[in-house]
């Protein structure tokens, strides 16, 4: 009898030892080698990414007015409790001056903080994975061109169990898939830069989709509508299932550039900062994401 | 005899006061739906059609329009009802609320002085669409 139950104990420790080596926080690339990766970023190249990502959407000091200055602290409320992003301007202390390229690329492809610790999925990373290294590295000599800001973002407000950031392993291991997209030779050089651009920096399907219990996206309903962050209002559908199935290309470039729907609608809510970032995008991105984005197979829209 | 008159005024009153709020809501939605008309003819042009003045100018002059009448169509008592996306957040910050109309008027108004041509439409409407972008932002919720 005492041998077995020494033999349950022996697999409890082996199965939380497992789990916590699953579990663990890791980063793609070695911070040791950061000098491997640091040159050759272009700020202007790393401008286009900062407005299809929309960072400042998340990150700018709230209370004003310039998108550019990144001292984060605006609250994010969500069902799992307040985020609140951090300062991402330049400043060495309160922000992330102190930050190499590789640090950054370790954030937003796997998710990872330079400590290292897993970063909360309220930074899109699920999506940013599939971004090019390169294009991290020209957003971080971007990022480094804009003024320091001082001052801290609060901690996270969260309900149990999402405050243990450990579990984050486990979450990551369900839903964090990464890679840049390969590109389709049957399809046009548009397309396949709209594939990126929306898949990757754009980060469209967080919103757009429907989320299950845990937060991660339902693939099957990939892009058929979601809800805001609060889960207050509906996002709607923007497969070939919903509205869009009557909008021509043209008219969703319309609408990612000046805001408004073919019927003179204006958008607003969430969308409103995304069309201010998209607006200033060069009009071939404009045109390769509304082709990607007329080209999502018909999904019935999700029911929440 | 007095009583019932009290009463019969009361309820007389008071649906009108219902009857003023779904008033203004459907006042200021069909506001809404005038601009989108307009925004739509100005659109056709940015995007190819032939520039045609009068078409530009009347459209600017619904903005206008709007931008003038908004601000009364949302009294206390039209925050819910008749389907509005109004959001609660009007009645929170109604001087911010009615600084965005007034500026609306105002790169309207601009705008009318200065299109003459496609070059300019192109180059003066995208930021009087941006206010009309920013007050929903804030204040509209979208329904579906």
Known sequence: MRRWLLLLLLIAVAAAIAAWFVSAPRPLYARADWRAYEDGGDPGRGRIMFLAGGCESCHMTPGQSDPLKLGGGYELKTPFGSFFPPNISPDPQDGIGGWKVVDLANALLVGVSPEPAHLYPALPYTSYSHMKFEDVRDLMSYLRTLPPVKGRAPPHRLSFPFNIRRGLGFWKLLYLKGGVPADDPTKSAAWNRGHYLVEGPGHCAECHSPRDLFGGIVASKRFAGGLTADGKHKVPNITQGGALAKWSQSDIETALSLGLTPDGDSLGGDMAPVVRNLSQLPKDDIAAIAAYIKSLPAIPSAGK | ?144
């Open chain 2, 1 to 144: 005899m007095k009583r019932t008159l009290i009463i019969v005024a009361t309820l007389a009153l008071g649906m009108g006061a219902v009857y003023a709020a779904s008033d203004a809501i459907a006042k200021r939605q069909a506001l809404m739906k005038a601009n989108g008309k307009a925004a739509t003819a100005i659109v056709k042009i940015m995007k190819g059609a032939p520039f045609d003045l009068d078409v530009v100018q009347a459209s600017l002059k619904t903005f206008i329009d709007s931008a003038e009448k908004g601000p009364a169509l949302f009294p206390e008592d039209s925050k819910t009802g008749d389907d509005t996306g109004a959001l609660p957040a009007i009645w929170q910050d109604k001087k911010d609320f009615e600084a965005h109309f007034a500026k609306l008027g105002d790169d309207a108004k601009a705008a009318l002085g200065s299109i003459k041509d496609t070059a300019s439409l192109k180059a003066e409407m995208p930021k009087v669409f941006d206010d009309c972008g920013a007050c929903h932002e804030k204040y509209r919720a979208k329904k579906d």
